[in-house]
């Protein structure tokens, strides 16, 4: 069974672009969230979809989108882009809602330089 | 200029030794609670999970803890290889959120 797959897995990019990434989940996995890595804050959550539908959030600002597709694959989109936004960014697939007792199964990131 | 890291805390085992980690966990509601292992350059990797109705779970080479009196998780592994060098997260979760700790990079030493 395939695992995650993200991609691309390098970007680099200049202040004031935009960026999508991209996230294909485990087959079956209906779940797909979001995470920001960083040294200095950690796995930080940006959100999750379920069904095509954001059903959770982290504390980011509006620049962060996503949105999900009916075959269970995500898309991450990040505006206006800030030298802060350099940060290895992971997907994570689960067959259930975040909390629903289901482990989350990452995939290996998409690095994101921002110049 | 300098960007500041998290510290992580180090923990150096020599190989075929048994390796414990800790974490302390926050929320008192969490009732579900995993352990990642990340390598260089890669997504972290599920090792084993636990559910709040529980205080013990085996894997392979690897066992989780969990006492709620004190909001502690352990993940112990035994006879530590090279290849389980890496950082290791814990987890805690409940419906709508999952909280990762900062980690803790094991070391393994010939």
Known sequence: ?115 | GESVGLHLPTLSVQEGDNSIINCAYSNSASDYFIWYKQESGKGPQFIIDIRSNMDKRQGQRVTVLLNKTVKHLSLQIAATQPGDSAVYFCAEGSWGKLQFGAGTQVVVTP
């Not at chain 1, 991609?7 to 680099?12: D, E, F, G, Q, V």
């Not at chain 1, 935009?18 to 804050?41: A, N």
């Not at chain 1, 539908?53 to 898309?75: A, Y």
């Open chain 1, 1 to 115: 069974k395939a695992g995650v797959t993200q991609t691309p897995r390098y970007l680099i990019k200049t202040r004031g672009q935009q960026v999508t990434l991209s996230c294909s989940p485990i087959s079956g996995h209906r779940s797909v969230s979001w995470y920001q890595q960083t040294p200095g804050q950690g796995l930080q959550f940006l959100f999750e979809y379920f069904s095509e539908t954001q059903r959770n959030k982290g504390n980011f600002p509006g620049r962060f989108s996503g949105r999900q597709f009916s075959n269970s694959r995500s898309e991450m989109n990040v505006s206006t882009l800030e030298l802060g936004d350099s940060a290895l960014y992971l997907c994570a697939s689960s067959l259930g809602l975040l909390g629903s007792n289901q482990p989350q199964h990452f995939g290996d990131g998409t690095r994101l330089s921002i110049l």
